[in-house]
């Protein structure tokens, strides 16, 4: 859906690559699921957020409608947004955009 609206994506099959990923590529937003073969989402988003080099990155988290109390938890983690799955292209779209350009003015 991204690529569609001219953004550039890279995507990693599990959390372990995505950390190697963010360390060699400069990377401006993450869409992040919880439940990731290797490390989960969780650490994922503890490194990303643990790491002054990382901090940047913004992180919008993607999980199930199941999991929709933990909202508080992901944002007390450091997480920018949070959106529940399957979500509109419409509500990815918007998120992306908003997140982006509030980087922009940073």
Request: contains cysteine; positive net charge; hydrophobic residues 50%.
């Amino acid at each position: 859906m991204l690529e569609l609206e001219g953004y550039c994506v890279l995507q990693a099959e599990n959390g372990d690559e995505g950390l190697r990923l963010v360390r060699h590529r400069r990377i401006a937003l993450i869409l992040l699921g919880l439940r990731l073969s290797g490390v989960d989402g969780w650490v994922v988003l503890g490194q990303l957020k643990s790491q002054p080099e990382l901090l940047s990155i913004a992180v919008v988290v993607l999980t199930a409608s199941a999991a929709v109390l933990q909202r508080g938890r992901v944002l007390a983690a450091g997480a920018a947004d949070y959106l529940i799955k399957p979500m509109s292209a419409a509500s990815l779209r918007e998120t992306v955009d908003r997140i982006l350009r509030s980087k922009r003015r940073h």
